[in-house]
């Protein structure tokens, strides 16, 4: 790839995620649709309490929805790795986002995200994700009073039921 090829594909990726960290904090969920594949595989990196990965556009818009609708956020991604290979990217971001939910408790979370980009056919540089998992290596979370394993899960995912090899019933200790 030629020098300003490259500079122009990662021109294009860092605008996508520009793009993608704006939609967010700014609840503009179908601008965020825009830029994921109807198949794309999120992981929100909660694998430690046991909430599965998204499959696919409008399940992964609507648990983001339910996530972060009733809050105030500031998405971040700095320094990023980018592997391309002609109409496809890998690239792996160090990300830090802030979270302050209505209710008073709010996380500071810092980690990676791994993700992978297409580029559309007969779009010049429109980058679509296709696959994006958060790994998360610290947390700092602000409770008014602590969440329970339940509410974690509510608040993810708005169901109660059956996530990987976990049952989630509500607690009454509080």
């Known amino acids: 790839m030629a020098l300003q090829d490259s500079a122009q594909t990662f021109y294009e990726l860092t605008q996508a995620k ?41 399940r992964t818009i609507d648990t983001l929805r339910r996530s972060l609708d009733e809050s105030r956020s500031v998405h971040q991604a700095h320094t990023p790795l980018i592997d391309v290979n002609g109409d496809a990217a890998r690239v792996v971001w160090t990300v830090y986002d802030r979270i302050v939910w209505d209710d008073g408790h709010s996380e500071s979370r810092f980690g990676h995200c791994r993700e992978h980009w297409v580029r559309s056919q007969g779009t010049q540089g429109k980058w679509n994700l ?13 409770d008014p009073a602590p969440m329970t394993f339940y509410e974690v899960v509510r608040r993810a995912t708005g ?4 996530f990987g090899m976990c049952t989630v019933r509500p607690t009454t200790n509080r």
């Open 159 to 162: 169901e109660i039921g059956e």
């Open 18 to 58: 520009a793009r993608y960290c704006h939609a967010l904090d700014t609840h503009s969920w179908g601008a965020l649709a825009e830029l994921m594949t109807s198949d794309v595989v999120f992981d929100g990196g909660y694998r430690a309490h046991c909430i599965r990965s998204v499959f696919g556009r409008d």
């Open 130 to 142: 296709t696959a994006l998992r958060h790994i998360r290596q610290i947390t700092d979370a602000d």
